[in-house]
């Protein structure tokens, strides 16, 4: 049962670091409308205003050398989980 719970735990928490991770890295949104070029109309926006989007954001948040301890704590807390189910 310890097994179990330690395995379903480092599952959780390596989800959590994850989240918290990428939440940490930046804001998620910007309090300032963004400016346009004079020449470019402004968009119609369903909702005007600051947008949770970033400004520019790419992938990066997604790679292995910035998400490493939350994929190994996933991992060790799977490879609990099924050798569990396998015994």
């Keep these: 049962m310890a ?3 330690i395995g379903a735990l480092l599952t ?3 989800i ?3 989240a918290l991770a990428v939440l940490s890295r930046g804001r ?3 309090p300032a409308p963004f400016p346009s070029p004079p020449d470019r109309p402004t968009p119609n926006l369903a909702t005007p205003g600051p947008t ?3 400004r520019r954001r790419g992938l ?3 790679s292995l050398s910035q998400n490493w301890p939350g994929l190994l704590m996933m991992g060790i807390g799977v490879i609990l989980l099924l050798s569990v189910v396998v015994l």
């Design 3 to 5: 097994v179990i719970l």
């Design 12 to 14: 959780v928490a390596g």
């Design 16 to 18: 959590v670091y994850m």
């Design 28 to 30: 998620l949104s910007d």
């Design 52 to 54: 949770l989007e970033p």
């Design 60 to 62: 990066g948040f997604l």
